[in-house]
């Protein structure tokens, strides 16, 4: 069944072989089973579940880190591994300096020929299958082993990846406390392949409310808080249209009780507009960043010591710092 689901991925990932949603349990960890160009804090981790979609995990622990802890998860994009988007975003530096671990789940390239996360299959993005329930036994796995804070559970994640994460925090409500996309898609805007192209781009526009039944029907039985939720795009990305955070926004605050109207806007460096959204009692619960003139890709800072630029980690602002900010980690 995975084998034919990934085949017609393939299909559509080998088209978008220049235009790819981008780059990035019970056994021990062991540093010796890392890749040779795996991050330098990374460790793989055996043996976190079923594991139904396949994927492999890896955790970074700051030496001393405290019991009670939070959780940060990162989901890489197309073509990239854990440790690319480890390094690349410099979630080692923002862990050790604001006191969390890390969780980088990757994608393996028997599931997806270009190593993304498959967003665009209900199979992988529905509480309790596929690769949404590897990601999720891989958060189980962190907290039982670190004695970690189950109410502090993050996630985030780059384009495939921010599509992920989108799916992460409709179908698990109950085990995140918030989340970033980052250059990524609303939640159930695709479920076939031909479907993902138009999403990607132009993109698809829905009321509000569409989008918002679309994250809560993948959590019916949920009564309780939701995620917060932030959506980062750069307004020239001609990968994923930018149309996509006008609809991730539409989307999260329909879920979270605001309306589609800022209720405060401001320009922060690297040409920058973050707006807020507030819900009923006044707290902010979603919020948008738009980087003008940025393509696809993360925003980092490398000379305020923020991630790597490189191909897909583009020199404008430190997102890391700023989502991690939002989640209350570390000031």
């Not at 460790?43 to 976190?48: A, I, K, L, M």
């Not at 539409?250 to 807020?276: C, F, H, I, M, Y």
Request: glycine share 12%.
């Amino acid at each position: 069944m995975r084998a034919s689901v990934y085949r017609r991925a393939a299909l559509l990932l080998t088209a978008l072989a220049t235009l790819v949603l981008v780059p990035a349990g019970g056994a021990t960890t062991s540093a010796a089973a890392l890749p040779a160009d795996a991050g330098a804090g990374l460790e793989q981790v055996d043996g976190f579940g079923s594991n139904p979609g396949a994927l492999t995990m890896y955790r970074y622990t700051p030496t001393g880190l405290p019991a009670n802890s939070p959780v940060v998860v990162v989901l890489h994009g197309c073509t990239q591994d854990a440790a690319t988007y480890f390094d690349g975003a410099g979630w080692q530096d923002f862990a050790d300096a604001r006191g969390f671990s890390v969780v980088a789940a990757q994608q393996e390239q028997a599931n997806n020929i270009k190593k993304c996360f498959n967003w665009f299959q209900p199979g992988d993005t529905a509480r309790d299958q596929g690769e949404a329930l590897s990601i999720k036994q891989m958060v189980d796995r962190t907290v039982a082993d670190l004695d970690a804070d189950p109410s502090r559970v993050f996630v985030t994640g780059l384009s495939a990846g921010g599509a992920m994460t989108a799916s992460m925090l409709a179908a698990y409500p109950d085990v995140f406390a918030a989340g970033a996309v980052v250059g990524g898609l609303p939640h159930g805007c695709a479920d076939t392949v031909a479907e993902a192209f138009t999403c990607m781009n132009p993109g698809v526009s829905k009321s509000a409310a569409a989008w918002g039944d679309l994250a809560r029907k993948s959590a019916p039985g949920h009564t309780g808080a939701r995620p917060k939720v932030s959506v980062w795009h750069g307004t020239a990305d001609a990968t994923v249209s930018r149309a996509n955070a006008t609809e991730s926004v539409k989307q999260w605050t329909n879920v979270l009780g605001a309306d589609q109207d800022a209720d405060a806007t401001e320009a922060l460096p690297g040409g920058t507009t973050r707006s807020e959204y507030t819900d009923g009692n006044g707290d902010v619960v979603a919020r948008s960043y738009l980087v003008e003139g940025m393509g696809h890709g993360t925003p980092v800072k490398p000379d305020e010591g923020c991630g790597t630029a490189g191909q897909h980690f583009l020199d404008t602002i430190c997102s890391s710092r700023y989502i991690t900010r939002d989640w209350g980690l570390g000031g």
